[in-house]
């Protein structure tokens, strides 16, 4: 492939779910056997028994690089989303909702096989979610899903670290990567969540190492990642291994490092107070991505992610109500 | 002079001053026309007024580099102090008190002159602390106070941002820099306070290009010296700007810098609260001092001051109460 400019800003991959919400007391988790903050993958069967038992929902489009590639079109961005759902109604909702807030999503609905991916979030008092994700055929998504043209076209590729969970997204992943490499481009890995590093740690490590130009993780994800337990150390460990990490820290802001320049950003205000920190994560990426991809500082691009963060964090849902370019007219002028 | 092994961690130069604590409402700041958390310059005549509205005071040993150089001590560490008292009952007191808690005080009281120096610290319930120096003999430290034999002995020499606000204590200063850049060892520079940088701000500039090895400041003092209004922006400044950086942000920690290196370092939790914080960046700065003449790494450097900085804000005064290489013996071990 003959390297062009990009015509794109990211295309990001992920499973393609719908995030059922409720408000649920602690008890809740260890009445069903939950760990607060984290996120388990569950079947059909525990799908239908968990939601049974949770209170009135909302249902709003999700998946971890979904909300992110809203979030970057929410900054004027162009971006693109790659996953896979069923063609029934929560499939359709997904495909308006992500259409509707401006991304490109091209994948046809699976005609048969599992239903669309689910993801059951419980919201506790103290604003935490505990994520419990039904994939359905976002657990399908494979190699034959991932659009060439489309990796070719986009400046950045970004991977969900939850899709090394399936063994066949694991193999889209690792072909997006080597797609996006051949032509010229960087690649972007969150790395999702402190279990699923636990999960996949040396071939986190590994990917880090030899395939990951942009990594994006949590305070928790990147000491779980280099088995630390002091946020400086693993920043020590961070530093060198990938061309630009961004570190969120939740209330403590967020730390961007690329070789010898590293930036301390602090987190903003929400002046709400915190409702619900589904999303949080997503929609730093999304503000550092956009920054990144046109051309701010990597400070810039950190604020920026803490901006659509603070939005984010502010209501319930993992995607933003408000616009983050009007959010951020500030820091883009 | 022939190049030697140091046989002191550190000496510092600082006006040796006596503090009168009074916790008072910050209607008491506004009555008096103060600004809560400035260090105000005052005359006898204020003093004695200021002292007369005050409620009931605790009287400590006090001074910002005389604070530093307790705090080294308490570490273990072997530390001397350079300052001038009058020989009078305060004079008396500070030198008891610095010399009790193991730091080298060679200083012979003046005979005559103004009455040793006093700190009036106003502590509001907010655990801020406004200062109101009355600096008596300590105005009149100078070049001759300065003994080259004790600069040479010492790993580092500590200076004191408020001494360039006197302009003998400036040539004391420069004399005490030049000496120690002479016998071959390092110079360190607190900024002090924000105001002090706003008088001084060219000269201090100047100082960090030229003459210093290591700063020490906090958000307000190094924002103030590269006049910008982000934490950031000022960490982008200093970097490269002089050797080692140590950057203090109260609750949210501080970050140590130098070259390609930099270090997050999270504040230590204060488990009876936060009392009063004079003190907290004076003792910062004797964990990391301590550290750094120890060979221990910058992040280690770093988190000795953050143990040291939470143990004086736990309770009324600027001096440890408890042995701080006790407190940080997981660290030191």
């Known amino acids: 492939m003959s390297p ?195 999960r996949h740690r040396a071939d986190f490590l590994a990917l880090v190492e030899d395939e990951v130009d942009i990594l994006l993780a949590n305070e928790a994800e990147i000491c779980a990642l280099y088995e630390v337990d002091r946020f400086d150390d693993a920043l020590q460990r961070v530093n060198h291994h990938c061309e630009v990490a961004a570190l969120t820290r939740s209330a403590k802001g967020a730390v961007v490092v690329s070789g010898d320049e590293v930036h301390v950003v602090d987190a903003v205000a929400v002046p709400t107070g915190v409702v619900d920190t589904t999303g949080a994560g997503d929609l730093f990426a999304a503000g550092f991505l956009y920054g990144f991809t046109h051309g701010y500082d990597l400070g810039t691009s950190g604020r920026l992610g803490a901006v659509a963060a603070a939005e984010v964090i502010g209501h319930l849902g993992a995607r933003p109500e408000r616009s983050l370019a009007d959010l951020a007219a500030d820091l883009l002028a």
Chains 1, 2 share one sequence.
């Open 4 to 198: 062009s400019a990009p015509v794109r800003d990211v295309v990001g991959l992920g499973n393609a779910l719908v995030d059922v919400l409720s408000h649920e007391a602690d008890a809740f988790l260890s009445d069903h056997g939950l760990t607060k903050g984290s996120m388990a993958l569950i079947d059909a069967d525990e799908a239908t028994r968990l939601y049974a038992a949770m209170g009135p929902g909302v249902e709003v489009s999700g998946g971890s690089a979904a909300n992110t590639m809203v979030g970057i079109a929410s900054f004027g961005g162009s971006a693109a989303f790659l996953g896979r759902v069923a063609a029934d109604e929560l499939g359709a909702v997904f495909g308006h909702d992500i259409r509707a807030a401006g991304v490109d999503f091209v994948n046809v609905p699976a005609p048969d096989g599992p239903p669309s991916g689910r993801c059951l979030i419980l919201v506790t008092p103290d604003a935490e979610r505990t994520l419990n994700t039904f994939l359905g055929a976002a657990a399908e998504f494979g190699p034959e899903d991932v659009d060439p043209d489309l990796i070719a076209s986009a400046q950045v590729t970004y991977l969900e670290g939850y899709l090394w969970d399936q063994p066949r997204a694991k193999e889209a992943f690792r072909h997006a990567a080597a797609l996006a490499h051949g032509a010229g481009r960087r690649v972007a890995l969150t790395l999702s969540d402190g279990f699923c590093v636990d």
